[in-house]
Structures are given as C-alpha cells and as structure tokens.
C-alpha cells in the first residue's frame, strides 16, 4: 500500500513537473506533460466523434510528428488520444447511430433509441459519468495489481479463450430485442463474413477471390459503417418530408435523480466485467461493451424497455468498454506486449523515443511507467470536465439540416474507411455493406448480433483449432481445464435461461390452437 | 534545419523558372518532386521506423513521403510499387517476407519478386531469437534436441502466421534435426507470448529486438539467435550454428527496392543517399535500439543476396509444406 502511493506520487510528480517553456523570447515554466494529455484527450474526443476516423489512423498519422517530443509526453498523448476516442466513439453512437468502434456498437441500441425520445443529453451524460467511474476504477486496479494480473491472464490458455467466446456468443442473442431467429440468423451471418480472408491455421485464402485486398477480411469499420453509417443515410432519404426530428423535445441534458439511480448498479456491474476482460490480451476487451450490455439486461428489472432507449443500456456497456481500455494498459506495460493495434504503435513510439518496451521498463523508466498511469486518470477527469459542457453542442449538431448533415457523415465515413489501410478497396465493400444495411432495416434485422458474430467468429475458431492443435486433437480439453468448463456451464445456462421462456410460449401457442 | 529546406526549395524554384524562361529546355534534375516510400507493414514496426528514418534524414532535396499499405504478407503494398511508373519516385521497403519467402509461400503472386524490381541498397538485419518457456527444462539448443527425441510430441512452437520468418526458422530447425514439433501459427506476436509465457507453447523463434526484454529479465529463456554471426545487439547468446547445427541461419532483413525500369543514375543516387544516411551515428544508436544491425551494400549485392534467400526459402518452405493461398 505504501509503495503504491510511494509510486504513484512519483506518477503524478512526473505528469505535474514543469518544464522550462520559451515562448516569443520569454521563457515561462509550464506543466508541458498536463498539456500533452490535454491536447491528447481532445484529439482523442474530436476523432471519437468522426465517424470512422479512429485512434489506430489518427495515431500512426501523428508518430512522425512525436519524434521532437520527450517520451512520457508523447506516450501521455497518445494514451490520451486513445482512451479519447473510445469517449467519443459513444457521441456519434448516441447522436447518429454510428459506431466508430468496436465497443459503442452495443451504445448506438439504446443510446439512439434515448436521443430519439428526446433524451440524447442524458444518454451522453450517463456515458461520461458512467466512462469517468470506471476509468478511474480501471487506472486504480492497474496501478495497485497490474504485475499479478498479467500473470492471471497467461492462465487463459487457447481452450478459455474459446470457452470465453461461446458464451459471448450465446450472450449475443440478448442483444436483439426483436425476433430471436432473426437474431440467430444474424450471428450466423457474421460468423460467415468473418471467415473471409486467409485462415490463420493453414494460410488458405477462403473467399478472397484472389483480391489481395480481401486476403485480411474485411475490416470492422468498413462493415460497422456500412450497415450502421451508410444504411441509416440512405433510409432517410427514403423519407420525403417528415424526416424524423427529435431535437425539439429535447427534455433535459442531465439525469434525473431517477436516472441515477437507474444507472448505479449497472456503472458497477460494467466496471468490473470491463475490467477483468481488458486483462485479456487475445481480444477479451472486445466483448466487454457486449458482455456488459447482456448482462444488464437480463438482470435488469427494466428488461422490457431494452432496445427502446433503457439507461442501464448506455451505463453498463460504456463502463465496461472505458474500464476494459484501461486494464488493456496491464499487458502492455508490464510485458511489453501490445494487445489491440493502438498500442503496437505506442510500442512503436516508444522504441523511437529509445526506450525498449518489456517487463523492465517499470524499473528502469519509474517515471514513465507511473507517470503515464498518473496521466490516465488526469485524463479522464479532463475529459468529463471537457465533456460535460460539449452535451449540448453535441445535441445542437442534431439541428443541422439534413441536407448538409448527411453529406457530411458520408464523407467522414468514407475518409474513416480510407486511412485504416489507405485502401479505397475497403471503400467499396462499406458501399457493399450499405445495401446489406439497407436490406436489414427492411427486413427488420438488427445489425448489432451481425457485428458481434463478425468479430467473434474469427477468434472463436482460430482459438478452437489453436486448443485442439495443442492437445493433439483431443476435444475433452474444454472440459477438463476449470477455467474453460466453468465458462461452458455458464454458457450452457444462459442457452437454457433464453431457450426456456421461447418453449414455454411455444407450447403455449400450440395449447391455445388446439 | 526547416528554414534551409525552405530557402533552398525557393532557391530551386527560382533556378527552375529562370531555366525555363532561359531556353525552354530545362535539363530535369532528379528529384525534381516529393518521393513515396512504400511501407508493406502497418506504422510502429521495423520497417515503418526505418522507412521513417530515411524520411527524416535524406538529403536527396525532396521530402520522402512514407506511405503504409498493409495486408497479405506485404504483398499489397509490394504490388503497389511494382506497378508503379519506374521514375524514382517510387520506392519499397522489401523484407524477407515481400523479396523471398512470400514467392515460395503464395501459389499467385501479385508480382515477380525479381522480375518487378530493381534493387537499390540493403538496410538492415536481424536474427531471431529462440526462446523457451522457463519451465522446459533445457538451458540449451541440444538438450532441446534431446528433449525433442525424448518426448516426441510434447513441443509446439509459436509463430505469428504461416510463412512469416520465424515459422520458417522452426521449420527449418525441424528438417535439420528431424525432431517433432507442432506448429502454432497466431495473428501476430503479441497474441503469442502470452501462451509462451503461459507455457501452452514451448518455444518459438522471436524477433529479437521484443524477445530480448522478456530473456533479460528471465520471463523467457533464450537458446540461441538464428544468425550467422552473434548479433552486436546481443553478442552473449551463442548462435545456433554454434550448438552444433552448422548453417542453421534465419535473419529478417529489410531493403529498398524500385520498380524495375528505374535509371541507373537515380538508383545509384538513392543508394549513396540511404548508405550515408544509416552510418551516421545517431542513425545507428537508433538501430540498436531497435536491434537491427545495419548491413549496406551496392544494388548488385542485394540483387544477389536476394536470389540467395529465394533460393534457401523456397527449399524450405516446401519442405514444411508451408502455403498461404
């Protein structure tokens, strides 16, 4: 306990420090490292609310321009910016309908259906207190036990992984609020879209066509766009006149003391679940928004209103994604090992800056190490003290004429698709998508169980054949590693919990007709 | 540093437009434009950081811009520049993977690695570094041969994707030795070390610049480095051609290339340009750091050490029957 504050005060020591500044000739001592996670903070929010420009292209556009900077500032930035982005993501989640990540795909199911009813400025306020609480949580947890945990997390063999992702997948299922088949269909829709690209096991190329470009899969954003960004544009055009306008009833910008209340428990939840998942190096902090988002709505006692705009939807997963971004920092920081691409390029920051990234760097380099966990924290309250106030710009953005709103979104999304691989490709299949995304919303089809079994579908089978490559082709080494059976007992649970209450109405139906 | 790129571009513009007005017939100086170096790797790796460096520093006059197109193994960006308009205003950065195992590994290349290409210079280096989970119990390569014999079917190695270097090196550590081991490809490395440092793999052949952390501070357990020569980076740990597997040799190396067709003369600028650029020693602090080792050479030397990694991988590879389409 002692050293813990003994270190982080070092972190602290290290974020606050003055450095000599010369300005017009004068020279002024000024917090320059509180001024880089500002600045990364705000990038990381502006980008957040782009449509498709995420952290990934910001970043590796930024690196070059790092090279002049000192090392703690630039890693604080870059942190900021991603931490940032996973903030803002929610904006345009809430506002538009539009996931810039992976983990506002859950938001955009509530947090739309909130802002339509009027209440946009509460979901975007239960965001970012629901961010801050278990940002905070999250940076606490990484500093107090980050060395135990990454060792937890090498326990998480192949088998827990696939494990992991079965129940996420079964989980999946909760996220539709409407037709369960549909929704099943769906999943299975994303599984097969995900296996395109070159199989990790045998390096078999499966439905790329000898387009090079379609050797990796099809990227997330360029689908996430498509039938999110693009199909939701298109809609509405459909609609001549009567385009739906839900900024006039705009009640209030803050909770009520109701919403609160509402949102406590499900904060709570999110961080937690967020946080053990972020451990996970091999894509745990994926499923936390959709885990959390699952979770919440089978204990809720609000279940019904899933789907319609319910606050527990917005509070769980937006806790749960913020906490998870900051125990993903545990394998980086004390392994050396970079766990989503945003952190492969701070590992590229770093060795620029000279400093070798590993387990040693927490002794050799005290300063960064706690420093930059010193900044995480600054950071967040910067970004709700940033935030807060924005809400209502934010909203405003809803009164802006569609003609020249939509336009905008397309573009965004398009120059968002672009810079992931500097491809125009990928432009084209997020066109593909929009058309897919149209067929959806009229066939009633819900897009977020498609996006999950996306991402889902390419781990959980490479992580399946990875388990039986290793036990030599033995099936029974789910079932005996405690770790993997325990998560398959609670998946086979959850099956039952969803399946029953379905059987139940069916023979209902069959007793009503005879 | 800035301000005399800018003073000496108006100096060039203005020599420029007197020529014209001169006699209209302007002899064209090379480079008379921005040139784009082609990164086969997303930003933050080897190839991207030593891209930059050579943006950062080159004084051939025009600022070098560093364009990423990843995917397929390099192959797309490789693809891009082959199919670029030989000018010198186009160039790659090769490695191991674009200029010699890939052609091995893919049945349809999207290019001819040799035929597409003019070779400018070689860069860089780096051997791999074999590490073993701590709890095997072997400190070196042969009591890892013997523990292979001894319990066939008990060692799987990592790598991170079929072809990449470092399963090419366990595969050829397999037909060297004719122990048994069990592939394990992952998306990329760091999806890797945890199950090596978990033990649910036991070995694998690392890059060694990230693998090296993890040896010092005893997280891993480094073998042997797969170079011919002990690296400057790490000249405590034995090569494995040491331990008694003479011509064991796997090094990812990285190059620049043109697109075939490019003027001499303007390859032989850009090579003086890269080869003066990597002695400098801050340029080669930076390496080390990274651990590369700096190797230059003239276009014909990489020309033929190029059609010597060809030739080695492709016996190689298809001996572990090693494919990626």
């Known amino acids: 306990m002692e050293t813990l504050i003994a270190n982080l005060s070092t972190g602290f020591g290290a974020v606050l420090a003055l450095e000599p500044l010369t300005i017009l000739g004068m020279s002024f001592n000024l917090p320059m490292n509180l001024a880089y996670c500002f600045i990364g903070a705000v990038i990381g929010t502006l980008i957040g609310v782009l449509p498709g420009l995420g952290p990934v292209a910001t970043i590796a556009m930024l690196l070059p321009a790092t090279y002049a900077l000192p090392p703690l500032g630039v890693l604080i930035m870059l942190s900021g910016i991603y931490y940032g982005a996973h903030y803002g993501g929610s904006t345009t989640a809430i506002i538009v309908n539009l996931p810039g990540e992976t983990s506002s795909v859950v938001t955009c199911i509530d947090g739309y259906q909130m802002a339509r009813r009027g209440r946009a400025g509460v979901a975007l306020s239960t965001a970012a207190i629901g961010s801050f609480v278990a940002g905070c949580a999250g940076t606490l947890l990484l500093a107090a036990f980050a060395v135990p945990l990454a060792e937890v997390a090498f326990k998480f063999g192949p088998a827990e992984y696939f494990s992991l992702m079965v129940l996420g997948l079964i989980g999946a299922v909760v996220l539709a609020s409407g037709s369960l088949i549909k929704a099943i269909a769906m999943i299975v829709l994303g599984l097969l879209g995900g296996i395109i690209g070159t199989d990790v096991n045998t390096g078999v190329s499966r439905y790329a066509f000898d387009i090079p470009e379609l050797a990796d899969g099809i990227g997330f954003v360029a689908v996430a766009m498509g039938v999110f960004g693009f199909a939701e544009v298109m809609t509405n055009l459909e609609q001549k006149e009567h385009r739906e306008v839900f900024t006039n009833k705009v009640t209030s910008m803050f909770p009520s003391k109701d919403d609160f209340k509402r949102m406590f428990a499900p904060i709570v939840r999110g961080t937690i679940l967020g946080s053990v998942l972020g451990i996970l190096p091999g894509g745990g902090a994926a499923l936390a928004s959709f885990g959390a988002y699952s979770l919440e709505k089978k204990v809720s006692k609000n279940s019904a209103e899933f789907g319609k705009g319910a606050i527990e939807g917005v509070a769980g997963p937006e806790s749960a994604n913020n906490a998870a971004a900051q125990t993903s920092f545990i394998p980086l920081l004390t392994l050396g090992i970079p766990p989503n691409a945003v952190m492969a390029l701070m590992v590229g920051a770093m060795t620029i800056h000279n400093i070798q990234p590993g387990p040693q760097v927490m002794t050799s380099n005290p300063q960064l190490f706690w420093g930059l966990i010193a900044s995480m924290w600054i950071g967040n309250l910067m970004l709700v003290i940033l935030n807060l106030p924005l809400i209502g710009m934010w909203v405003q953005l809803l009164k802006v004429p569609y003609r020249m709103l939509y336009p905008a979104i397309l573009m965004f999304c398009c120059i968002g698709v672009f810079s992931v691989n500097n491809n125009s490709f990928d432009v084209l299949i997020t066109v593909l998508f929009g058309v897919l995304g149209i067929m959806f919303i009229k066939f009633a089809s819900e897009p977020a169980p498609l996006l999950l079994g996306f991402i889902l579908g390419p781990m959980m089978e490479e992580n399946l054949r990875r388990a039986m490559l290793l036990s030599r082709g033995d099936p029974t080494v789910f079932f005996t590693r405690p770790l993997s059976l325990t998560m398959l007992i609670m998946a086979a649970a959850l099956l039952a919990i969803i399946a029953l209450p379905q059987i139940a109405k069916r023979r209902e139906e069959t007793f009503v007709e005879e | ?325």
């Open chain 2, 1 to 325: 540093m800035k301000k005399t790129k800018l003073i000496k571009h108006l100096v060039m513009v203005t020599l420029g437009l007197l020529a014209l007005g001169a006699g209209g017939t302007a002899y064209a100086q090379y480079p008379s434009k921005p040139l784009r170096l082609v990164v086969t790797f997303p930003p933050g790796g080897a190839p991207d950081i030593l891209a930059r460096i050579i943006s950062e520093k080159s004084q051939l006059g025009q600022s070098i811009v560093v364009d990423n197109k990843p995917g397929a193994g390099g192959n797309i960006g490789a693809e891009n520049v082959a199919k670029s308009p030989a000018d010198g205003y186009t160039l790659v950065m090769g490695t191991v993977g674009t200029h010699s195992i890939n052609g091995a590994l893919y049945s349809k290349m999207p290019y001819d690695m040799v035929k597409d290409f003019a070779p400018v210079t070689l860069l860089a280096s780096t051997p791999n570094l074999l590490v073993v989970w701590p709890g095997l119990p072997v400190k070196n390569v042969q009591e890892l041969i013997a523990y292979g014999r001894a319990n066939p079917g008990k060692l799987s190695f990592g790598s991170p994707g079929v072809g990449t270097s470092i399963h090419v090196s366990g595969e050829l550590m397999k037909s060297m030795t004719g122990i048994e081991m069990t592939h394990v490809p992952y998306k990329g490395r760091q999806f890797a070390i945890p199950d090596l440092l978990g033990g649910q793999i036991q070995l694998m052949f690392d890059n060694m610049p990230s693998a090296l952390p993890l040896a010092k501070e005893g997280k891993l357990r480094a073998l042997g480095q797969t170079g011919a020569k002990r690296s400057p980076s790490a000249p405590d740990i034995p090569t494995v051609a040491e331990q008694g597997l003479p011509g064991f040799e796997a090094t990812s190396w990285f190059a620049l290339f043109a697109p075939a067709g490019t003027p001499k003369d303007i390859i032989a600028k850009i090579n003086a340009d890269s080869v003066r650029l990597f002695k400098q020693p801050d340029v080669a602090e930076k390496l080390k750091i990274l651990g590369l080792d700096p190797v230059l050479s003239t276009p014909e030397e990489l020309a033929k050490y190029q059609q010597e990694e060809i030739a080695k991988w492709a016996k190689v590879v298809k001996a572990s029957g090693a494919r990626a389409d």
